[in-house]
């Protein structure tokens, strides 16, 4: 199942909807461009309050899910510890995926 979602993701990059990295996400929220931040489970603290804070601040939907060797292979990158998505039918898909996903598997988090 979790393959499924990161499919989506992937589909998402390949549409050019998603941006990848610190700096970009950072700059995607910050300029409200972004609609979903999505924080590999293996991201630093330093990274997760940041981009909470950040995502908080500015109204973004924030997902916790994924390891960042994976994100960063199915993006065709080197690993990515958060990736954000700047299409809203693309981030209601993803939060629906991710949510079901983690239903699944247990746990998880999604604000």
Do not use: P, W
């Not at 549409?15 to 293996?42: F, H």
């Not at 939060?95 to 999604?110: D, R, S, Y």
Request: charged share 30%.
């Amino acid at each position: 199942m979790t393959d499924n979602v990161y499919n989506f993701i992937s589909l998402a990059m390949k549409a050019g909807k998603v941006v990848s990295g610190e700096q970009g996400c950072e700059k995607a929220v910050k300029n409200r461009k972004a609609s979903l931040v999505i924080i590999a489970e293996d991201a630093s603290s330093n990274t997760e309050k940041k981009f909470r804070d950040a995502c908080a601040h500015n109204g973004v939907s924030l997902c916790v899910f994924g390891e960042k060797e994976k994100l960063g292979r199915y993006l065709g990158k080197s690993m990515r510890s958060v990736i954000a998505v700047t299409d809203e039918n693309f981030s209601g898909n993803l939060i629906k995926l991710i949510t079901e996903t983690k239903k699944k598997h247990g746990g998880g988090l999604i604000e």
